[in-house]
């Protein structure tokens, strides 16, 4: 059935991704054979329309979904859906409206209209605001709607939107109008409102300077399917923000940082990532290790644990990556030292600097054994425009299959992408061989800042250096993506 789905309007490019990922967490996923490298692969695909004369960008989008029951666990899980609602009419004037509603399905309506159910109206529109008086109005114009149940205005069985959108003028960040579009319909499912208020980070016991913002770190554990009985690691901890939210989803959780002083210190007993935790009442993680993405503590023969990896690689802007070895070691200054016992405890390893290229390669090798067949890897990745450069590059493996790509801009140079990836083949020493070359290759056909590791000034270069301007073109800037966007 075709339902209208009403997205808030930001992160626009996450919005459709974070639905299939949804849906194919609830089982509603149309499952798509597609041909690989002579192999078969299934991905997720839902069918999608826009209403007529409505930009790409536009809140209201109609999906199909298999059943109420599946669009009303999509809704009220999600983070960037505002509701789903099944659509009773919609049209470009009230007069049509009316036609439209009264044209809809009988036996549709009627279970909803009866006396023995309470219900209440709600009037939204999109770019504009429309008065209370203006609100009453519309609602009384609804009149030859034969609602029969009494009006609850804070608890009703049934909600019914009345929403607008019109022509609100141009400049002002929303995407063009071309028509004014009237939507009336029933509430199946809406998001949970309270969540991200409960979770922003100026509220969190324990913080770091790249702690991840709730909202995405909620995004990435849908992308990442967290779900009771899934065990999602993030080898770059930090804080914990990222396995928080996936913990908050019923996942058992586990993660791995190289800076010791954060995964067992913090800030003291009281002030650590466990705190962040027990702040919420959710399950403490499995473990939290300090473990250095260059050289995984895995015991050999230990494969295929976790149902997802979800994590923001340290890329440089606000934190570079570390790695174990320190610069005298990695040249052969001083040779390799064992820690005497007595200074173990306090004793913090020395490292050397991790770049960008390394790092994608370990942290798609460590996927490729760790994860189940089927698992995904979520992580971000930054890309820098360059003049004259068109599509981003990402980073590849034989095991895995790109299912979804998301675009957040950041400054006018900078964006990070979100990439979600399934597994979809078992690591063995050919699929090993294979990765190193298409590695090699990565880094040869790349930008040399990802080899340096020298992002922060790639990114925070002016741009009229860059484009021999002398003032920034505001022309060029996107009319309307702000900057969450």
């Known amino acids: 059935m075709w339902y209208l789905c009403v997205f808030y309007h930001r992160l626009l490019d996450y919005r459709r991704s974070e639905v299939e990922a949804l849906a194919e967490l609830f089982g509603a996923c149309k499952q798509v054979e597609q041909d690989e490298d002579g192999g078969k692969i299934s991905t997720c695909s839902l069918q999608w329309k826009l209403p007529e004369n409505h930009h790409a960008d536009s809140p209201f ?23 789903i609602y099944e659509l009773w009419g919609h049209a470009t004037t009230y007069e049509e409206l009316e036609k439209a509603v009264i044209e809809y399905p009988e036996e549709r309506k009627v279970p909803y209209l009866t006396s023995e159910s309470s219900f209440r109206i709600i009037v939204d529109s999109f770019g504009k605001v429309i008065s209370f008086q ?3 109005e519309r609602i009384k114009g609804l009149s030859y709607i034969p609602f029969k149940g009494r009006v609850d205005l804070r608890n009703p069985e049934h909600k019914f939107w009345l929403m607008e959108t019109d022509d609100y003028g141009s400049n002002n960040g929303l995407p063009p109008v071309v028509q004014k579009t009237i939507f009336f319909g029933r509430e199946v499912g809406a998001a949970d409102r309270k969540l991200l208020p409960t979770y922003q980070l100026k509220s969190r016991n324990y913080l770091g300077p790249t702690a991840m913002d709730a909202e995405m770190a909620f995004l990435m554990a849908n992308q990442g399917l967290a779900q009771p009985g ?8 930090g804080t914990g923000s990222i396995l928080v939210a996936a913990a908050h989803f019923g996942a058992m ?15 003291g007993p009281d002030c650590n990532v466990w705190s962040n935790f027990k702040q919420y009442g959710l399950q403490l993680p499995v473990s939290l290790l300090r473990a250095d993405n260059n050289l995984p503590p895995w015991r050999p023969g230990l494969k295929e644990i976790f149902d997802a990896i979800i994590c923001d690689p340290p890329y440089g802007v606000r934190a570079g990556g570390r790695k174990s070895g320190g610069r ?8 390799p030292y064992t820690v005497p016992d007595e200074k173990r405890f306090d004793h913090i ?18 996927a490729a054994k760790m ?7 979520v992580f971000f990745y930054p890309v820098v425009r360059e003049e004259g450069s068109t599509d981003a590059q990402y980073p590849e493996h034989p095991c895995f299959t790109l299912v979804a790509s998301c675009e957040q801009i950041l400054s006018f140079r900078y964006s990070r992408h979100l990439l979600t990836m399934v597994k979809t083949g078992s690591y063995t020493d050919e699929i090993a061989e294979l990765a190193r070359k298409k590695h ?9 800042w990802l080899e340096d590791g020298n992002l922060h000034s790639a990114v925070f270069t002016p741009a009229d250096s860059l484009c021999g301007q002398s003032k920034f073109d505001k022309d060029s800037k996107p009319k309307y993506r702000g900057k969450y966007v």
């Not at 959780?253 to 800030?267: F, N």
């Not at 991790?354 to 942290?363: G, I, N, Q």
Request: proline share 4%.
């Open 371 to 377: 994860l189940v067949l089927g698992g995904r890897l």
């Open 134 to 136: 203006e609100q009453t």
């Open 253 to 267: 959780t586990m993660g791995a940082d190289i800076d010791i002083r954060v995964v067992r210190d913090g800030k």
């Open 328 to 335: 005298k070691l990695l040249k052969g200054v001083v040779g």
């Open 61 to 83: 989008h109609f999906v199909f979904l298999p059943s109420e029951e599946t669009a009303r666990k999509i809704a009220n899980r999600s983070i960037l859906i505002k509701g």
């Open 230 to 237: 899934k065990l999602i690691f993030d080898p770059f901890v």
């Open 349 to 366: 390893p020395s490292t050397a600097p991790y770049s960008l290229a390394e790092c994608m390669h370990d942290l798609l090798d460590l």
């Open 440 to 448: 090699v290759e990565f880094k040869e056909n790349h930008l040399k």
